[in-house]
């Protein structure tokens, strides 16, 4: 269930004020100079970057991890106190709080193109950085459910699956975007709703997480 769940916040972070107003931009930089109908290099770059994010979103995994499991003893303590961030996180995904740092992000420079693969999974590792204050609240909650896990490698994972969610729609959208416009105003026009249905989400997640009901549902899940 852990890993369904940090995939949906990949997903959720995609679609969020942050990121998606921003794809245009992002798609523009992935294609490069090359020509209209040439889809090859804006792919390539596409991956690179979505590379770039993931290798730091792991390494974010493993940190998140191994803290757990050097905080086992104090499993009661770490419940309480992650779950209540991810329900601060929900409060102002919802609009009852205004956190400043977590409205903020950085937008690619359109005038500096990709020379390749490797650079544009530079670009991806530097944009994550940016990205973390206003994608701070899935991202967050992923880590923090990383560090209940009590284990690097099931940290690891968890992040793999938030990097999938995230990065699987901008590999579509590098070869879409013309055809997903429809589907963008869409989501644009209803914010407002989506907001607060995933400020929900995360409140719920979080007192699943304080109560420790979330990883007594994880067991029966598995079982």
Known sequence: MQFLITFLEGIITFVSPCVLPMIPLYVLY???????????????????????????????????GTLGGLLVRHQKIVNLVTGAIVIVFGLHYAGVLKIGFLSRTLKPDTNVK???????MVFGLVFAVGWSPCTGAFLGSA????????????????????????GVPFLLCAVLIDKLKGAFNFIK???????????????????????????????????
């Open 30 to 64: 992935f294609a490069g100079d090359q020509q209209e109908g040439k889809r090859d290099r804006t792919l390539s770059n596409a991956l690179g970057f979505v590379l770039g994010f993931t290798i730091l979103f792991v390494l974010l995994g493993l940190f998140a």
């Open 114 to 120: 990709p020379t390749g693969f490797f650079s544009a």
């Open 143 to 166: 880590m923090l459910m990383a560090a209940n896990q009590q284990s690097w490698a099931t940290g690891m994972l968890l992040l793999l699956c938030y990097s999938a969610g995230l």
């Open 189 to 223: 026009k209803h914010y407002t709703v989506i907001n607060r249905i995933c400020g929900a989400f995360l409140i719920l997640i979080g007192i699943l997480m304080m109560t420790g009901l979330f990883a007594k549902l994880s067991v029966l899940l598995r079982q």
